[in-house]
């Protein structure tokens, strides 16, 4: 198994980068033996295999006993899953699987993912990760549009009949541990993963091999300043961009370890985890974050002592969740924004260098604009649409060349996501570009009303939208999901405080409790379904 190298990319001309005198390479990472030597810049490669770069430069190099996961009080080493992999590889060919042919991988966060997701790479075949949370009609739509050959399945997950269904178990059963790796090109496609459908059909989002590494030089390095030494926690899950980049692909890139969850971890099972396995690196969405808030508030045991870095991503954290999980733990959490296109965190708050309420800065390697509708720049403090160049960002939709078109504009991607930028650099996150409220003839952000009804602890979660009344006339109204001992005069609370907080016209005019919001299955809020309410 040869040693890859990734060939290693940046902007030469932006409106905005994420180096120079606000580049965080002026800190060095955490001291610590590398796993792997870097090609030079301009040194381009004919042939580069994702598994490849992830695992053989560990294994050559004599680390393959080190700890590459552990699930459950079980460790597996580099050369476990190295070996694991080979055999899902060779299970995979064994059943028609050849280089291009989509695998679709229906598993929890476990081995078996792990083991698929190299094995079809290391074959030249295309990983399809799809959410377990699901229910199985869904799984139909998913298998048909990406044309999936196979489905490698957990037998308790759901799943459709439009594609022939393999066990994890029965895949590995008696291959062998050894396997050819196909020289796949740095451009050819290796996995593809679904956006989470905020405002429809999930679209297939195509990674190629060569970008699979560029979060781990990127964020991994500059942010979460990941060492062989971390240990990884994450609870979005594999099968989500967050979650593959922060429990496989960086972890693996450094030579680190990740703790593996096969469940989905309700927040008292998030801090459990954490208390036993310590892990020193944390990830969790902002409503993850609010919700194991809530349980320590509530008496559950919480000791993140071991945690040297909070990350957050997949949709905003509002100032408030921050401000309070820091009182309670003494620990920043550094919140950013990425998108399944971008393929992970782009814009990024850093340690030592947080505003509360913003998304923070560029991570260097990306660039970024925020322009008005006619193209033009947006000033400091004016709202505008977010577009985002860097070299981990995707290569088009899965079979769909319009919405390729749309999105993906002349090496920039065009993220949907509002945004205002500040002198300093920092970027604010405003919400989609169809969840802006038209109020009075004025834009108005959800996040901001968002962020004064969480003030009141009573609130664990909100989502505004707009909503018109018999004259026609749309006005903000906040949906609020409320602790078990929130007041009987909570609605009264939360329009008092958005007097005293805001403007009279992004004033909630009406506040709807309810017992959930609707999300994806990666945990992000569908405003769109509170509109029609």
Partial sequence: ??????????????????????????????????????????????????????????????????????????????????????????????????????????????????????????????????????PADEYAYLLDDSGAAVTVSDPAMPTAVASP????????????EDVDTHPTKPEDPAFIQYSSGTTGKPKGVVHVHKNGVQPAKLHGRHVSEVTDRDVVFSVPRQFFSFGLNNSLLVPLYYGACAILEPERPTPQRALEIIAIERPTL???????????????????????????????????????????????????????????????????????????????????????RVQRADGTDAAPGEIGDLLVRGPSTAKEYWRKPEATAHTFRDGWVFTGDRYTRDADGYLTYQGRSDDMLRISGMWVSPLEVESVMLRNPAVRECAVVARARDDGIARPVAFVVARDDAPDTLAADLLALAEEALPSYKRPKWIERVHELPKTSTGKIQRFKLRGR
């Fill in 1 to 134: 198994m040869g040693t890859q190298a990734a060939d290693e990319r940046r902007g030469t001309s932006a409106v905005h980068r994420g180096d120079g005198a606000e580049d965080r390479g002026d800190r060095p990472a955490r001291a610590g033996p590398s796993p792997r030597q870097e090609v030079p810049l301009a040194v381009q490669v004919a042939v580069f295999n994702l598994a490849s770069a992830l695992l053989d430069p560990h294994l050559e190099a004599g680390r393959g006993s080190r700890p590459a996961f552990r699930v459950r009080g079980k460790t597996l080493t580099y050369e476990d899953i190295a070996l694991l992999a080979n055999r899902a590889a060779n299970g995979l060919r064994a059943r028609g699987v050849r280089a291009g042919d989509r695998v679709a991988l229906v598993l929890p966060d476990s081995p078996a993912f792990v083991a698929t997701f190299l094995g079809a790479l290391r074959i030249g075949a295309i990983p399809v990760t799809l959410s377990t949370y699901l």
């Fill in 165 to 176: 269904t393999i066990p994890f178990d029965e895949l590995v059963s008696g291959e062998v």
């Fill in 282 to 368: 944390f990830y969790n969405v902002p409503t993850g974050y609010a919700l194991m808030l809530a349980a320590a508030e509530s008496g559950a045991n919480a000791d993140l002592s071991s945690v040297r870095r909070c990350v957050s991503a997949g949709e905003a954290l509002p100032a408030p969740i921050l401000e309070r999980w820091k009182a309670r733990f003494g620990q920043e959490i550094l919140d950013g924004i990425g998108s399944t296109e971008i393929g992970h965190i782009c814009i990024s708050n850093f340690q030592g260098r947080v505003r509360p309420g913003t998304s923070g800065q560029l991570i260097p390697g990306y660039e970024a």
